[in-house]
């Protein structure tokens, strides 16, 4: 940053203040790939909210990038901080939710290959742990992959390890 000795203020560069213009841009680019129903978790101008919805409609190459850049410019007119911070906050917990769905898909994998010793490593991890209903399902996995039916009990398997686990 440059100091201006007449008034004490700091100037920014050139390559600071397209940077900073960048990454205006490069949000409300995040924010035209984010589902509807988290762009309302942001408190956004009518005006940047209607050039969004535009964005989304737009296949033509040219077209989006002239519109994204639009966005970039509105977005310059508002504080992008609380922006950042809540697509930071949705991230955070996008990720969050996957690696719970990670754990939970591996005990039910793990239950469904290894049987009892599986049951009695859950048990031990979780506490609270309905031993006999999760045999009943896996005992119930084996006759329905048997017979070729469908998965209902590992979709119930899952269903209460998602409970268990959350």
């Given amino acids: 940053m440059v100091e201006d000795e007449e008034f004490g203020l700091e100037q920014k560069s050139k390559s600071q203040l397209k940077r900073e213009m960048i ?3 490069d949000l ?3 924010l035209v790939e984010l ?3 988290f762009l309302q978790r942001f408190d956004l101008p009518e005006n940047l909210l209607n050039a969004i919805e535009a964005a989304r409609g737009i296949t033509s190459r040219g077209a989006r990038k002239r519109q994204l850049q ?3 410019r509105l977005m310059r007119e508002v504080d992008a901080e609380p922006i950042r911070k809540t697509m930071d906050d949705i991230k955070h917990r996008q990720v ?3 690696q719970q769905l990670h754990l939970i898909e591996g005990w039910r994998e793990r239950l469904l290959s290894e049987g009892d010793g599986a049951i009695q490593a859950l048990c031990e991890e979780y506490s ?3 031993r006999q209903r999760v045999r009943l399902w896996l005992r119930a996995a084996e006759r329905e992959k048997a017979a070729n039916k469908p998965p209902t009990s590992v979709r119930a398997l ?4 998602r409970e268990l686990i959350a």
């Fill in 70 to 72: 639009y966005i970039g």
């Fill in 28 to 30: 409300g680019e995040e």
């Fill in 35 to 37: 589902p509807i129903r």
């Fill in 158 to 161: 899952f269903q209460y390890l």
């Fill in 23 to 25: 990454s205006v841009q």
């Fill in 96 to 98: 969050h939710a996957a």
């Fill in 128 to 130: 609270e742990t309905d």
